[in-house]
């Protein structure tokens, strides 16, 4: 049975949300309200400390102005997204399970030929706890264990892969993605997902280590995975689609090599340059045969060896065969340099800028860099509620007051954060340099289309952290959304 949700009831719940400073993640067992499950946190005793919130998972200490902007707006996007999908079932034949590549398995890689007493040995010397990463490792094998059981006692037929084997021949032959380990292996697997016909469902195997914002149970225990998948087969669920940036790119060359940087991890020797800068490949020096380029090589431009000869240039203008989930970054490989490009806002005129460089989030993105790059501290805020009490002469103004001071700076950090299906992109430069000859502009904002041309030396554009390409000077790309290309995941009820 489907249950109508009157506005107030939602009105009350979120203003019940706010006044806690933190959102209920446990399912509800009211008729009237709609959260998604996740683990619920505590609120340490009144007082100073009641500007904090409790990960009651590793008990990490959060203000309150962080956990409220992310957590609760968390669960206020699902609701407001539900009203728009069609009803839910999800009865998939085929499901294909991408596993992240544990810290454990990253290092008997890295550190091929070793036993487990050296590997031991040689974190030990880098300060890093064995035992620590061979427990967690265990555990998310447990949550695979569990996640094939159920889909066996579901009559699904399920392939594990690794990100190595995470091929598109792999992904078009399931009928549903789902993700096992955090954040950055749900975007590892929704970047070979094109169509919106197709969902994508993470699941979050390490709560102590991972956010998982975009994983099913976020950060509740494995315990719950069973009840989860349950829900997710009777139907008990709402989709909900996230936005995603279609990226084309023009240029000389048209687009380089994919560099995947995943696989740049299994490199201990890397160069001080771009990663393409680095002959040493980590298949060519540790022969992994898994590790393999993104994109076949693209031609390269013949010149002539004789100097009187001019050839003509072509620009080619390419799609990139990866939607970006969360962000875009256009940068300077190296962080220690200026990047310098122009961009222009819903075809209007470009403009000069040098700064740190930019990102382009969608709303799914906007908890993550985004969010991180404008936040704002407890610490600003107070010192701004002082200042403008002695310059404006507003002694009433109560800039020692701590709970004031969280309210406010929650109130601006939960503006920062849009739904992941509204249908414009963000856009936030990183420590902006502004000057006589680079004038002021809004360091962020909102738009339908951007387009950036780069003036850059050494420069990239990375899609979701994961994938990078060069983007030199001259180089231009235009950053968009489009119903198509939609990603379809899931929520719960």
Known sequence: ?????????????????????????????????????????????????????????NHMRLPKSLAAALYQTQNTQSKRSIGNMEKPSFQPKKVLILSKLTRYEFEK??????????????????????????AKHKIHHSYLNTLQQELENAGIESRLVRRFGYTQDAVDWADAVFSAGGDGTFLMASSKVRTKQKP?????????????YMCLMRKLPEDNLAGALKKLFSGNFEWLYRQRIRITVTGDDGISDAIELHDQQLNRDPATTRWTDNPRSPAREMNIEECMSLSPPVKKRMISESKEVDIPIEKETVELPVLALNEVFVGESLSSRVSYYEIGLNDEQM????????TICTGTGSTSWHFNINKLTEQCVQDLMKIVAEHCNLPQIPHTDKNAVSEICTKFNQQLIFDPDRRQLAFSVRDPIFNATFPPTDPRGFADKIRIKSRGYDAHLVIDGGISYRFNDGSEAVMEVRDEDNLRTVVFR
């Open 109 to 134: 890689k890295v550190n091929k030929g070793c036993t487990d007493e050296q590997l031991a040995s040689i974190l030990k010397k880098r300060g890093s706890d064995y035992h620590g990463l061979l």
């Open 351 to 358: 403009l000069k800028q040098k700064s740190s460089g930019i």
């Open 200 to 212: 994508v469902i993470g699941i979050n195997t390490d709560p102590q280590g991972s956010e998982g």
């Open 1 to 57: 049975m489907r249950i109508r949700i009157k506005a107030q009831h939602i009105d009350q719940v979120n203003q019940h949300l706010r006044n806690a400073y933190l959102c209920s993640t446990q399912p509800s067992v009211s008729p009237r309200t709609v959260v998604a499950p996740q683990p619920t946190p505590a609120i340490i005793d009144k007082g100073e400390s009641s500007r904090y919130w409790v990960d009651p998972t």
